[in-house]
Structure formats: C-alpha cells, structure tokens
C-alpha cells in the first residue's frame, strides 16, 4: 500500500504538512508582533504627538516645528528608530536629528524672522511653557509640553540648572514640543539645542547654544524655498521686488562662506563684510540673480553689462562686490564696475524685504 500524497483525502480528512502548520503558527506571531509595534497618532499638535511616541516608545523626544501647524492622523512603526524616523518624516514632514534621544525638527528658521516671504501667517502662537525648579531633581529633567505650549530655548538662560545657559539670540521662540522623564540637565539642554539647529557647548563657565553657520544657512534657504507662489500671473511691482531681493538674499546665504554668517548673527544689530569676485561661485550667482530681475546681462564672454541708478555700467571677472550681511537679514551689495567710458565706478544694492 503506498502512503498518501502531501495533502492527500485519507479517510475523509486532509493530513496537515506539520512544515505548512509551522509556518503558519510563525506567520500569526508575526503579525501579532506588527500589530504590537503599531500604534496610532490621532491629530494634533507636535506636543501631542511627542506625547503618543513616549507612550508608544517610553524614549524621550524633542520636536521643533518653525511655526505652529496641526498634524493629520497617521499610523506609525515603533519596532526599529529608522521605520519611527521614517514615518515621521512622511507624515510630520520633521527629519531625524543624529544623535541619543528621539530629536526631530522641521529644518526651517521660524517665518516671523523674514514676515514678507508670508510662510506660515496663518499660524496660532504657541503658549510658552518654561522650566522650573519642580521640573529638576538631582540634575534630572522631567518636562512635558502639552496642546499649543511649547518651550522657547531663551528660556533655559533663566532655569535653575546646575550651571548657566546662555542662548544665541536666533534661538528665541523656536517651538520645541517635549515629552523627557528624569533625564540629565546636559542631555536635556543638548537635545534642545539639536532640535533648532544650535551648536551645544559645555564649557566650564556654563552650557552655550552657539550658531550653527551651517544650519542656519540651511534653515534661511529652506524658509525663501517655502515660500507660497504668488496668487495672480500678473504680480505686482512689490511682489516682484520682493522675488528679486530673496533671489538675491539666497545667493548670498547660498555661498557666502561660515566665518561671515557667524559674524553678522552674532548679536541684533551685527553685520559682516565680505568680497567675492565677479568670477567666484558667489559672483557668478548674484549676477544669474541681477540678470533674473532684468539688470545685468552678459555682453561677452568677459563682461556684464549692469543697469545702475547712473546708467549701464560694465564688470569685468577682475572686478567683484563688497558685500554686507546684516543681522536683519538684509544685505548691501557694493559693485565694482566701470562706465561707457572706461572710468571706475561703484554702485550698491540694497537687498531689503
């Protein structure tokens, strides 16, 4: 008598594969696994979904957005740090910032630093929560935002740590949503020092939130790319002025090098000067930038006709620009160039929003 095929009627029942039956027990637990790993965010603000991934998570986070903006249901993975990071960047548009602790921000300086590029101006203001001495125990932090609060990094400067906290100026009302138990005042500091792109320093004399060159630099080019398109084809003379100063604006963060971005954010009021050549990568898009808004254009392969205040004035890759960054966010762009004449002559741009 031969034995029966896999699967095979036998005395009216089918004979189970114990492989098939394996694989299928393996399977179940598998989604029980998924399912545990799972959870759900059901709308609101950063601090309320700081709140959903330390309940689903039991990790502290640190979440920044620039402006206020509600965030839309979604489901998102708990089981690895990159599916978390991943959904979160889908769904919350906030990118993983490297390093210990769940830290995330939107990579974007916050609007009210540049109002007429009208990012975010619908936008609610947070409510301000600061730090306490309930709030730090044994050099522990324990600190959550809830709803519209939000912590302003000014306000570590005046928290009762163990040392003092000086804040660059660029820092102050950047909304950092947090949900942290018990964890230490340098992790806690440096973490929201990550969130908002800041340069965390721990020096004898107290904790420091320095600029960050870099980021801001990104940060500035991220918020003039936010920017919503106009709402006619037919801008006006304002809008177009507009277009063209930030067109120039993002030249200049664009490739203006650190040194010159640190010194002029250094502290409200400050200013930096810097030169570039008229050959230089900076030269060569603050004369795209000139050439976009209709004042320069290319004569030859050696010089660029400028329409000035003066009249058209010609530059040639030996010459350059002086310019000025200010604090503000504006500039000043000294250009050297020469008239019909051959005689040298300097003109200047105000790039002012």
Same mark, same amino acid.
């Given at each position: 008598m031969s034995l029966p095929a896999r699967g095979q009627v036998t005395f009216g029942r089918i004979q189970p594969n114990p492989r098939t039956a394996l694989n299928v027990r393996m399977n179940m637990i598998a989604v029980v696994a998924l399912?545990?790993?799972?959870?759900?965010? #059901?709308?609101? &603000?950063?601090?309320?979904?700081?709140?959903?991934?330390?309940?689903?998570?039991? *990790?502290n986070i640190f979440l920044t957005q620039a402006y206020v903006q509600p965030i839309k249901k979604f489901d998102y993975e708990t089981k690895t740090f990159d599916d978390l990071a991943f959904d979160l960047r889908m769904n919350a548009k906030l990118h993983e910032v490297s390093g210990p602790n769940l830290v995330f921000d939107d990579e974007i300086l916050p609007p009210f630093r540049i109002p007429k590029l009208g990012v975010g101006k619908q936008a609610s203001a947070p409510s301000w929560k600061s730090l306490t001495a309930d709030d730090i125990s044994a050099g522990n932090v324990s600190f959550q935002t809830t709803g519209s609060q939000r912590l302003d990094p000014a306000s570590l400067a005046n928290a009762p740590f163990s040392k003092h906290v000086t804040v660059n100026w660029l820092f102050e009302k950047y909304g950092v949503a947090v949900c942290a138990s018990k964890l230490d005042e340098k992790t806690f500091i440096s973490c929201v020092a990550r969130s908002v792109g800041a340069a965390f320093v721990d020096a004898p004399a107290g904790y420091r939130l320095d600029l960050d060159p870099e980021q801001l630099r990104s940060r500035v080019l991220n918020l003039i790319a936010a920017r919503p398109p106009a709402d006619s084809s037919k801008p006006s003379e304002a809008e177009l002025r507009v277009a063209e100063n930030l067109q120039l604006l993002?030249? =200049?963060? *664009?490739?203006?090098?650190?040194?010159? =971005?640190?010194?002029?954010?250094?502290? #409200?009021?400050?200013? &930096?000067?810097?030169?570039?050549?008229?050959?230089? *990568?900076?030269?060569?898009?603050?004369?795209e930038a000139l050439g976009s808004a209709g004042q320069a254009r290319l004569v030859n392969r050696n010089w660029v006709s400028i329409k000035t205040p003066g009249g058209v004035a010609y530059m040639s890759p030996r010459m350059g620009f002086t310019v000025t960054l200010s604090a503000n966010f504006t500039a000043r762009i000294s250009i050297d160039a020469v008239n019909a004449q051959q005689k040298p002559q300097t003109f200047e741009i105000v790039v002012n929003l």
């Open positions: 399912y545990a790993s799972l959870a759900t965010f #059901p709308g609101g &603000s950063t601090a309320d979904l700081a709140a959903s991934v330390f309940q689903a998570t039991g *990790r993002a030249a =200049i963060f *664009r490739d203006a090098d650190a040194t010159a =971005i640190s010194a002029a954010f250094k502290e #409200p009021g400050a200013s &930096s000067e810097f030169v570039a050549s008229a050959s230089s *990568r900076l030269g060569n898009d603050l004369v």
